[in-house]
Antibody, heavy 120, light 111 residues
Framework: QGQLQQWGAGLLKPSETLSLTCAVN????????WTWIRQPPGKGLEWIGE???????NFNPSLKSRVNISVDTSKNQFSLSLTSVTAADTAVYYC??????????????WGQGTLVSVSS | SSELTQDPAVSVALGQTVRITCQGD??????ASWYQQKSGQAPVLVFY???YRPSGIPGRFSGSTSGDTASLTISGAQAEDEADYYC??????????????FGGGTKLTVL
């Protein structure tokens, strides 16, 4: 099994809330920023946001009003919530381990990805 | 906010050397990282900074930076290197906001 395993609903209707969870199977959970990145079909990667072990978050301004990321350190899990989804939110969503408090920013471990489709 | 700009497509003959570039103001103060994504798969980190290659990545992948441009070089491209390549860095234009950026991606074709 990979170090990051994710799950959540793959088919939503417009206006519903997207919810995904990622379980982390690594040591030193506290050393990283746990990140969500998405990729619309046939398009590039978009950083959604991140959280650290203490709950400090950063979000992409383009999604900030609709997104929340939470963490459960007792289970080494973190979750994504995106409200009021539209067809434009259709994408593969990845949970990722991030090194983002350094000049050598990088994402070195990725979940398997979850395709979330929004359709009426 | 800043942007990271990549050429949409690049091609290289089998065994030759190819350079994939990423241009953006943030690269003057924050190093780029590079990801390879094959069809239907999650991206894989292949290089970051100017000297760091993750374990398991072939030595033909290397990186460099000059001013506002970062480059990923593949020396002796192989058929299995055909993929989409993305650069990533941090937007440094607003110190009050943390924003991570990706380039639009470069589709590499190995001829």
């Amino acid at each position: 099994q990979g170090q990051l395993q994710q799950w959540g609903a793959g088919l939503l209707k417009p206006s519903e809330t997207l919810s995904l969870t990622c379980a982390v199977n690594v040591d030193s959970f506290n050393l990283y920023y746990w990140t969500w990145i998405r990729q619309p079909p046939g398009k590039g990667l978009e950083w959604i946001g991140e959280i650290n072990h203490s709950g400090r978050t950063n979000f992409n301004p383009s999604l900030k009003s609709r997104v929340n990321i939470s963490v459960d350190t007792s289970k080494n899990q973190f979750s994504l919530s995106l409200t009021s989804v539209t067809a434009a939110d259709t994408a593969v969503y990845y949970c990722v381990r991030g090194h983002t408090v350094t000049r050598f920013v990088r994402f070195d471990s990725w979940g398997q990805g979850t395709l979330v489709s929004v359709s009426s | 906010s800043s942007e990271l700009t990549q050429d949409p497509a690049v091609s290289v003959a089998l065994g030759q050397t190819v350079r994939i570039t990423c241009q953006g103001d943030s690269l003057r103060t924050c190093y780029a990282s590079w990801y390879q994504q094959k069809s239907g798969q999650a991206p894989v980190l292949v290089f970051y900074g100017t000297e760091y290659r993750p374990s398991g990545i072939p030595g033909r992948f290397s990186g460099s930076t000059s001013g506002d441009t970062a480059s990923l070089t593949i020396s002796g491209a192989q058929a299995e290197d055909e993929a989409d390549y993305y650069c990533n860095s941090r937007d440094t234009s607003d110190k009050n906001q943390k924003l991570l950026l990706f380039g639009g991606g470069t589709k590499l074709t190995v001829l």
